[in-house]
């Protein structure tokens, strides 16, 4: 479903209009629809249902603790990438035993605190972490459950940043290295080697690189069987598209689908465990970023708005030319022109959309959209810039869900030289 539409000629999320969080919480603002992203879950369990699955919610999409509390009332796994997502997990009260720790650099600390509170699993990436794992699982006295990142050498067609499942990035284990990684792991006196996973990308808008993966994870899972070591688990990652603009990717019930049917037939496909961590597909169209229109301007030809919003705050379109939508939140009657949608922080990539045919005026407001995935999360103090408010809207109600951080608080950790 979508919850921002427009009613009486503005823009609302679910029950409320948009004018006015901006008027309550000021701009640059998120603003995310509660049920958007239920919605999202619930299309993601329902496919799922009568199955022996575990859906993860990949926490770096939007981390917020509210979308992780809601997500946990929903009995959501979680799949986290370091020891501060793992805090968030349990401050949100999600669970530990429902939670993968991926990532190619767990630092030992991290491995501790992960040991310690209880992860349902790590999912390791290397021979050298591995050998890590098991020597603080040791030290801890304890056992650590691991499934070996595989890279299955698929590519899920998009973009390169954000394309992980081919040899020449950093993630996983090639495929030709896997039986020996395995056979190392179990051999080692403090693992238990419960899984497999593989993720090979993100924002992917077709079947195919989904069910091609697959394929590679099974022809593994086959191969291991032979050699005697047997899984619980596969975990295929997340990675699934949205619409930004006119992608169509598969529905999230057409991906669930078509993953069963090939386990379906495999001849031990009913034996495993099937996890996911879905991130953008649950949040990405759930938020939009609110911002003010600052200044027109024309440079020659070229017409620009320059809202108070910036690349610290939406980086998507600064480091992956990304397209996001924008929509007046109050459309005006009068002649359109072509604008670039620019942020105020001083770098040439600081734009949010370029070329879009507007009706604009100084002080109108903006809404950038689907910006509920790797929006807020990737933000950063650039320029001494804070950080934007976030929103969650629930029928008519409000939640300020995170408070637009002060200037004060941007340099409280830094000192001055002594006399
Ligand atoms: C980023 C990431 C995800 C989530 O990706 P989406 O494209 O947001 O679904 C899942 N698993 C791992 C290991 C990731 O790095």
């Given at each position: 479903m979508n919850a921002f539409l427009f009613r009486d000629g503005q823009l609302y999320a679910e029950d409320v209009a948009l004018e006015a969080l901006a008027a309550r919480f000021g701009t640059p603002c998120y603003?995310?629809?509660?049920?958007?992203?239920?919605?999202?879950?619930?299309?993601?369990?329902?496919?799922?249902?009568?199955?022996?699955?575990?859906?993860?919610?990949?926490?770096?999409?939007?981390?917020?603790?509210?979308?992780?509390?809601?997500?946990?009332?929903?009995?959501?796994?979680?799949?986290?990438?370091?020891?501060?997502?793992?805090?968030?997990?349990?401050?949100?009260?999600?669970?530990?035993?429902r939670t993968v720790f991926s990532g190619v650099g767990k630092s030992s600390a991290e491995i501790r605190e992960a040991l310690t509170a209880g992860v349902r699993c790590f999912n390791v990436e290397s021979q050298a972490e591995l050998e890590r794992l098991d020597q603080i699982a040791g030290e801890m006295g304890r056992r650590a459950?691991?499934?070996?990142?595989?890279?299955?050498?698929?590519?899920?067609?998009?973009?390169?940043?954000?394309?992980?499942?081919?040899?020449?990035?950093?993630?996983?284990?090639?495929?030709?290295?896997?039986?020996?990684?395995?056979?190392?792991a179990c051999a080692l006196p403090h693992l238990d080697v419960v899984g497999i996973d593989c993720h090979i990308g993100s924002q992917i808008t077709s079947l195919e690189p989904f069910t091609a993966a697959l394929d590679k994870v099974l022809e593994l899972v086959d191969r291991l069987h032979e050699a005697g070591i047997e899984l619980h688990h596969i975990d295929l990652g997340g990675g699934l598209g949205i619409s930004y603009d006119n992608e169509t990717p598969p529905s999230r019930a057409a991906l669930i689908n078509a993953v069963f049917n090939r386990l379906d037939a495999h001849p031990r496909g009913a034996r495993y465990e099937i996890l996911f961590e879905f991130g953008r597909s649950i949040v990405g169209n759930a938020g939009v970023l609110l911002t003010r229109v600052e200044y027109l301007k024309r440079n020659g030809e070229h017409r620009f708005a320059i809202v108070d919003a910036g690349m610290n705050d939406l980086m998507r379109p600064a480091l992956y030319e990304a397209w996001h939508g924008v929509q007046p939140v109050r459309p005006r009657e009068g002649e359109s022109a072509q604008f670039d949608i620019v942020g105020p922080v001083c770098e040439s990539g600081d734009w949010l959309a370029r070329g879009r045919q507007l009706c604009l005026a100084e002080g109108d407001l903006l809404a950038v959209m689907s910006a509920?995935?790797?929006?807020?999360?990737?933000?950063?103090?650039?320029?001494?810039?804070?950080?934007?408010?976030?929103?969650?809207?629930?029928?008519?109600?409000?939640?300020?869900?995170?408070?637009?951080?002060?200037?004060?608080?941007?340099?409280?950790?830094e000192h001055r030289l002594p006399d």
């Open positions: 603003v995310y629809s509660r049920r958007a992203i239920t919605d999202a879950w619930r299309e993601f369990s329902a496919a799922c249902a009568g199955r022996r699955v575990l859906v993860c919610y990949a926490l770096k999409a939007n981390s917020n603790l509210a979308v992780i509390d809601l997500l946990a009332r929903e009995q959501a796994g979680f799949d986290i990438v370091s020891a501060g997502e793992l805090r968030r997990v349990l401050a949100a009260g999600g669970s530990a035993a459950p691991v499934s070996l990142r595989v890279n299955p050498d698929v590519d899920a067609g998009t973009h390169p940043y954000i394309s992980t499942g081919l040899r020449e990035n950093k993630f996983g284990i090639p495929h030709e290295d896997v039986l020996a990684a395995y056979q190392r509920g995935a790797y929006g807020m999360a990737m933000s950063s103090n650039y320029n001494t810039r804070p950080r934007a408010a976030e929103v969650l809207v629930d029928g008519e109600r409000i939640h300020l869900i995170r408070e637009r951080e002060s200037i004060e608080s941007l340099f409280a950790l």
